[in-house]
C-alpha cells in the first residue's frame, strides 16, 4: 500500500495530475471554487441565507441579543437586528434556541501534534489532514500558527485551503522558530547564532510568504532586536515564547505581542544572568514566591500596557499539566490515534496522580495575571498551543481556552471579545472579521443553547460559517476520527 501510493506521487510528479494542482470545478453559493471534498461538508450555500430567531454575541462585548435575525449575502453580513427585511429567495434558518457569535480568531495555534519519543526527547508531528478541519469544526475560521517546524507544509496547506482544495480555517502562518542554540530535545528547530543569521532567516521566509514570526527560548538580545527590526520592516509582527530575554527587554525592544503569559516570564527570576534562560525550576520557584498585588508585577503590566505590547493566553497547555484537572472531551478522544491516545493517558495519570500542586498553584496565577493585564487596558489574545504531552487538540481545546478564561474571572461576554474581536484587532482585520457587524465577513459559529450563561454551551458546535458558507461540524469531527497523532 505504502509502495502504491509512493509510486502515485513519483507518478504525479514526473507529469501525471497532482493533488496540489488538480482543478476546483465546483462553486458555491458565494461563488467560491470548491473541490468535491471540501464540498462534502459543506451544509448550508445558497447566496442569501438568513438566520432568524437568533440569540447574537458579536464579540465586542455587548449584552447578547435575544430572537435577531442576521441576513448574510454573498458573503457578507449585510443586516442584524430584530425586524430584518427578508430578501425573497432567501435561505431562512430558524435558529430558536441557539446562540451565534463571531468566528473565533486565535493566535497561537500549530499544525502539529506533540508526540513523546522518550523521557528526553520528542517528535513534533505534522497534522496536515486532520488539524484543519477540527479547527473549523471548533469554530475557529481564522487562526495563526505560534511556530512552524514544516513551513513549506504550512505555506502549502494555507495555499491549499484557500483555494478551496481542503476545509480549514484562514491561516496566518509564522515561519520557523527564530532560536538560538541550547534547546535539547527538538530536533526540528535550526539554531541561529548572531543577528545577521536572524534578519537573513527573517528576510528568506518572508519573501516565501509568512505572514508572522516568533521568537523562541534561547535568543540574545541582539538576535531579538534584529529579528524585530527585520520582521517590522516588511511589515509584519514578530511574537515571542522568551527566556533568556525578559518580557522587560522585549517590550523595550518593540516586540509586538508575547506568548503564555506569566508562567514563562524570566523578570523575576534572582540573579538572572543577562542572554541567559534559567532552569526552568528556578523559574518556577521565581513565580510561586511571587505576589500578584506586588509593585513588580504592576510595573511589569504597565510596561507592557504602554509599549503596546498584547499577550496570548494559551490556558489548556497549561491544565494539562495540573493535577485534579478534566480529562480531555470525549470528541477529541476520538479524534486521536489509539498510539495517541494511550501516550496522552499514561502521561496525565502520573500527572493526575501526583501530590505535586506547583502546576496547578501556577495555573491559578497565570489566570490572575491574564485578569489583571486585561484589566490595565492590555490586549489579550486566546490560543490554545496544541502541544505539552499531546492532551491539547486542535478545536476541541479552542473552546476550551474559552472556558478558562471565564474560569480565571472574565465574563462569557469578555471570554468570547478576546477571542474574537481582539484576535482581529491585533491581526488588523477588525474591519473584516472578528465581530457580528453589518460590511464584515460572515465567519460565524451557530451553538445550541446560550454559552452568556453558561459557558459549555460553546462547545454544541451546529453550524460554522467561512465566508457564508456553512460548514457541518459533525461531518468535519467524523472524517478524521483516530486521525491525530498520525496525520
Same mark, same amino acid.
Given at each position: ?29 458565494? !461563488? ?8 462534502? @461538508? ?20 455587548? $449584552? ?32 430558536? !434556541?441557539?446562540?451565534?457569535? $463571531? ?13 513523546? !519519543? ?18 473549523? #469544526?471548533?469554530?475557529?475560521? /481564522?487562526?495563526?500558527?505560534? !511556530? ?27 515561519? $520557523? ?35 508572522? @514570526? ?32 525578559? @518580557? ?17 516570564? /524570566? ?54 499539566? #495540573? ?62 498551543? $496544541? ?22 474571572? @472574565? ?77
Amino acid at each position: 500500500m505504502i509502495r502504491t501510493r509512493l509510486a502515485t506521487f513519483a507518478w504525479s510528479l514526473a507529469g501525471g495530475v497532482a493533488l496540489t494542482s488538480a482543478p476546483v470545478g465546483l462553486v458555491t453559493g458565494q !461563488g467560491l471554487r470548491v473541490s468535491a471534498e471540501t464540498r462534502s @461538508f459543506i451544509t448550508v450555500d445558497t447566496p442569501v441565507v438568513a438566520l432568524v430567531h437568533v440569540r447574537v454575541i458579536d464579540g465586542k462585548g455587548s $449584552p447578547a441579543q435575544d430572537d435577531q435575525t442576521v441576513l448574510i449575502e454573498h458573503g457578507i453580513i449585510t443586516a442584524v437586528g430584530g425586524s430584518v427585511a427578508i430578501p425573497s429567495g432567501a435561505q431562512s434558518l430558524d435558529l430558536t !434556541g441557539r446562540s451565534v457569535f $463571531p468566528g473565533l480568531v486565535m493566535l497561537h495555534e500549530h499544525l502539529f501534534y506533540t508526540m513523546l !519519543g522518550s523521557a528526553t526527547w520528542f517528535v513534533l508531528n505534522q497534522e496536515p489532514f486532520s488539524f484543519p478541519r477540527l479547527y473549523l #469544526a471548533g469554530g475557529a475560521t /481564522t487562526i495563526r500558527t505560534g !511556530g512552524s517546524v514544516e513551513p513549506y507544509t504550512d505555506l502549502n496547506l494555507k495555499a491549499a485551503i484557500d483555494s478551496g482544495r481542503i476545509p480549514g480555517p484562514d491561516i496566518d502562518i509564522t515561519g $520557523p522558530y527564530l532560536n538560538g542554540p541550547g534547546l535539547p530535545g527538538i530536533y526540528q528547530m535550526h539554531a541561529l547564532r548572531g543577528a545577521a543569521a536572524a534578519r537573513k532567516m527573517v528576510d528568506y521566509w518572508a519573501e516565501l510568504g509568512v505572514t508572522s @514570526f516568533k521568537a523562541y527560548t534561547n535568543l540574545t538580545r541582539t538576535e531579538l532586536k534584529a529579528a524585530i527590526d527585520a520582521t517590522h520592516a516588511h511589515g509584519l509582527k514578530i511574537t515571542g515564547h522568551l527566556c533568556s530575554v525578559t @518580557f522587560r527587554e522585549a517590550a523595550r525592544l518593540g516586540i509586538d505581542d508575547l506568548e503564555h503569559g506569566l508562567l514563562v516570564s /524570566t523578570d523575576f527570576v534572582p540573579g538572572k544572568a543577562p542572554d541567559q534562560c534559567p532552569a526552568g525550576a528556578q523559574v518556577d520557584s521565581s513565580l510561586l514566591a511571587l505576589d500578584l498585588a506586588s509593585a513588580p508585577v504592576n510595573e511589569l503590566i504597565q510596561e507592557l500596557v504602554s509599549h503596546k505590547v498584547a499577550i496570548t493566553s494559551t490556558l489548556p497547555v497549561f491544565e494539562t499539566f #495540573a493535577p485534579h484537572r478534566p480529562r480531555l472531551v470525549e470528541g477529541a478522544l476520538d479524534a486521536m490515534s489509539t498510539d495517541a491516545q494511550i501516550r496522552y493517558f499514561d502521561s496525565r495519570s502520573l500527572i493526575a496522580e501526583s501530590a505535586d500542586s506547583t502546576n496547578l498553584v501556577l495555573l491559578r496565577k497565570e489566570m490572575a495575571f491574564e485578569r489583571a493585564f486585561a484589566q490595565a487596558g492590555g490586549l489579550l489574545l486566546a490560543g490554545s498551543d $496544541p502541544t505539552g504531552y499531546g492532551g491539547v487538540v486542535a478545536g476541541f481545546a479552542d473552546q476550551r481556552e474559552i472556558e478558562l478564561l471565564v474560569e480565571a474571572g @472574565f465574563t462569557p461576554l469578555e471570554a468570547i471579545q478576546v477571542a474574537t474581536s481582539n484576535g482581529a484587532r491585533y491581526l488588523k482585520r477588525e474591519t473584516r472579521i472578528g465581530s457580528i457587524t453589518a460590511g464584515l465577513l460572515a465567519d460565524l459559529v451557530v451553538v445550541r443553547g446560550d454559552p452568556t450563561t453558561n459557558i459549555r454551551d460553546i462547545e454544541n458546535v451546529e453550524l460554522v460559517f467561512k465566508r457564508g458558507v456553512g460548514y457541518d461540524p459533525a461531518r468535519l469531527i467524523e472524517s478524521v476520527r483516530g486521525h491525530v497523532g498520525v496525520n
